[in-house]
């Protein structure tokens, strides 16, 4: 995973702390640079993303203090407004949300900045902005102070490499070593090759962390536009061995990419949705979810994705005997299949050839489709009035036959009621049909 020198446009190690403000706009914060305590620093990836020019319209802000840094966000809170969540109070670390902003503050480690920074991550990460001047007048007032980078940030920036710090930083917080996959992936870098071996050696202490955090950075990797070159890296350095499913999901993964999807015709919206839920199911199944500790709803999704992969038999290794062994679905089956997808529809078609997609995707963007958003051409209680019926397994079972019927046809639209009770008196005269609640 690489991106090459940046060769068209000027050197970030070029680049003034002066430039980097102007894109930062600090006077959008929702706090004033003077309610920050002299020696605050502005560090991580609000700088370098701002390097980069890369910044959102909000960016997260972390901030390094020479205080308390939980009792100065709360008396932030207090004074503007906003929340205060505690993150580590062992290292005096909090949370501020307020105006739609994120604000992370904690107490600066070590001596000095540059030993704060010495203790973090990767290069890049370890970039900081003072935000006033030596003479402790707010950086906004004249000439910018300048960047500190005691670990070669900048130069790591210029030439597109994610660098570790050193490895004992990676060992101390193992998710680490998952975020410097994710770095490299969402940034388009390399990683670098003594970080990705400290990274491979040190795989095994992820499975260490909580689930939670795991399955946070997989998310985020996940739904990178390079995000199957990034989760196949994981693979490659056993960074995934405590959750991932069996091998043969993980064939189609790099296939996964924006390329492939715009070839079966998904929408840059249908894309945003459906490559990370794609990727997700390609990368884990029920067991491993379950350890991650992840929601329900993400777990019922995948399962479903899955069951019906197998079911098909798309999304085979190719090169497997069953690879091009595809089976046909019954109308029951086919029912069930987009009952079971009518949301998810779009991650399923990137595993389908790009004929077969471009068609699935053409119903399924009509809401009024009656197979891809099959739903009944009456409902329960009319049936039970019109026919005297009771509710029961017979009942469910009309209405499941009536939406068959609508589904493939056999009620054209727009069906008349007179048709439809027709149909459903016809289905319960049949003998097998008969009440046997």
Known sequence: MHMPPRTDQEPILASSSAL???????????????????GTSLVGGAVRDGLLNRLGETPDLDLVVPCDGIALAKGWAKRHGGTCVVLDPERQIARLVIQGWTIDVARQEGGSLEADLGRRDFTINAIALPLSQGDGSTADGGMAAALVDPTGGLRHLDQGQVVAVQEVNLRDDPLRLLRGVRLATELNFELEAQSRHWIGRLAPLLGDVAG???????????????????LLDCLQLGLLEPWAAEPRGQAALGGLDGASATARGLTPEEQTLALPLA???CLLDQPGLMALRS??????????????LDRTGWGQDPASPQGHQHNVLTEEEQLQFHQDLEADLPAMALFLPEEDAQRALARWRNPNDPLCHPRPPIDGEALQKELGLAPGKQLGALLRHLTLERAFGRLPEPVARKTILEAARSWLEEPQNRRRD
């Open 279 to 281: 990727r997700l199911v």
């Open 20 to 38: 980097l403000w102007q894109r930062l706009a600090p006077e959008r914060w929702p706090l004033p640079l003077d309610a920050w305590p002299a």
């Open 212 to 230: 939670e955090r795991v399955l946070a950075e997989l998310e985020k990797l996940a739904a990178a536009p390079l995000g199957h070159r990034g």
């Open 295 to 308: 929601s329900r709803r993400l777990q019922q999704r995948i399962h479903t994705l899955r069951l019906w």
